[in-house]
């Protein structure tokens, strides 16, 4: 599984890799976890606002820190897909 972080480096880009990995960790699965902070990349993804955060190439969050419940349901859907 491929998850992406999108954002500069702020707070809530930082604490949404903080709480991504959290959810990674503990559902015990296997993922590549990479952060993306160059903006031309995150303008050609069409990411307008940050942080996002994609999921094996789709967009699943923008603009907002999900919590790690939220993205644990978010890396089962993707799972199963």
Known sequence: ???EI???GCAKCKKLYQVASEAVKEMGIEAELIKVEDLQAMMD???MITPALY???EAVSA???PGKEEI???LTE???Q
Request: no cysteine; proline share 0%; glycine share 24%.
């Open 45 to 47: 993804m069409g990411v």
């Open 1 to 3: 599984m491929k998850i």
């Open 63 to 65: 603009g907002r820190v």
């Open 78 to 80: 993707a799972g199963k």
């Open 72 to 74: 644990k349901r978010m």
């Open 6 to 8: 999108l954002g500069t």
């Open 55 to 57: 999921i094996n190439g």
